[in-house]
């Protein structure tokens, strides 16, 4: 399983960027794809995550009603539409796939079994 990570650039604050995640290797009906975040001496945060198979989306409180999730089905390919950004978004944004994940652990990331390498996003203000 692979998973790979693009988008992220440098983006002036109310701006936007959309994030991508490439997924191969394998059937992923019942899986659940993630994005998670990492600010430099910060925990890593859950962000969004999506069912592969009834597309039904999470968010985390911090971006809702800001980002949206959503899947390409020709291209096997989950994206994050980022708008209205902030400084506090700067971050290293992740993509990650887990199995059967129940909705209330997508926010776990422990839960998730694969990961991408990640794509910098930072906002100036």
């Known amino acids: 399983v692979q998973l790979q990570a693009s988008g992220g650039g440098l983006v002036q604050a109310g701006g936007s960027l959309r994030l991508s995640c490439v997924t191969s290797?394998?059937?992923?009906?019942?899986?659940?794809v993630g994005w998670f975040r990492q600010a430099p001496g910060k925990d890593r945060e859950f962000v969004a995550a999506i069912k592969w198979s009834s597309r039904h989306t999470t968010y985390g409180d911090s971006v809702k009603g800001r980002f949206t999730i959503s899947r390409d089905n020709a291209e096997n390919t989950v994206n994050l539409q980022m708008n209205n950004l902030k400084p506090a978004d700067t971050a290293i944004y992740y993509c990650?796939?887990?199995?059967?994940?129940?909705?209330?652990?997508?926010?776990?990331?422990?839960?998730?079994?694969?990961w991408g390498q990640g794509t910098l996003v930072t906002v100036s203000s």
């Open positions: 290797g394998r059937t992923f009906s019942g899986y659940v």
């Open positions: 990650a796939a887990g199995r059967r994940i129940i909705t209330s652990s997508q926010t776990n990331a422990n839960q998730y079994d694969y």
